[in-house]
């Protein structure tokens, strides 16, 4: 939140001066709950880990315990305890019948007022009514969006007139490298599919 709109005091052509009171929240040793421990999610607790953060984690297979200690993860088999404990809750999980509406108002108010709730798997993975009342009635301290249901969300739609939330147009993977990469890969299982061979990222049903 005090990216975006420091960046719009930074360029405003009313702006005199900078206060010296306008204060963001440390994530340095700050507690991260990461929904859903897959590749991606175990990527971003490496990352989590370089700030020092105590990093916590749900997911349906607990984490071999050399992969938790490489990283400081601690498992949480019931993700009410994953919510109470986060100063950031961030959800990476796959949409599936069982994740849509993951986040709804019972999980959103087990969350701490000063907690800050991040998306970067799918938008229906939260009831976003719901996060629009959170976030209005301060239940929650912020949000950051960058993937949201519908996408791009109706230009009358509530999320987009909070000052406590950020939302940014399916981003994640946005980079050339990222693209060249999923593009290389694709192009790889392919072969293997046309040649007999194993496939690379052969996805198995559950």
């Known amino acids: 939140m005090y990216l975006h709109a420091g960046c719009q005091i930074a360029v405003s052509p009313d702006t005199k001066y900078f206060a010296v009171d306008w204060l963001g929240v440390e994530v340095t040793r700050a507690t991260l709950g990461i929904i859903g421990m897959g590749s991606i999610g175990y990527k971003v607790a490496q990352r989590a ?90 239940v929650i301290r912020a949000a950051a969006l960058d993937v949201t249901y519908p996408e791009p969300l109706p230009r009358d739609h509530p999320l987009l007139n909070l000052n406590n939330v950020i939302i940014t147009p ?7 490298q990222a693209i060249h990469m999923m593009a290389e890969e694709a192009i790889a299982n392919m072969l293997a599919v046309l040649n007999g061979q194993p496939i690379p990222s052969e996805v198995f049903p559950k």
């Open 49 to 138: 880990r370089a700030f020092n953060m105590r990093i916590l984690y749900h997911n349906r297979n607990r984490r071999r315990k050399e992969e938790e200690e490489a990283v400081g993860a601690h498992y949480c088999a019931k993700m009410e305890d994953l919510l109470q404990q986060s100063d950031f809750v961030m959800l990476v999980v796959n949409l599936t019948p069982e994740t849509h509406k993951l986040i709804g108002k019972k999980e959103l108010r087990l969350m701490k007022p000063t907690a800050t709730l991040v998306n970067i798997s799918r938008g229906a993975v939260i009831d976003q009514d719901a996060l629009v009342q959170a976030l209005q009635n301060k």
């Open 170 to 176: 399916h981003i994640g993977t946005a980079t050339v």
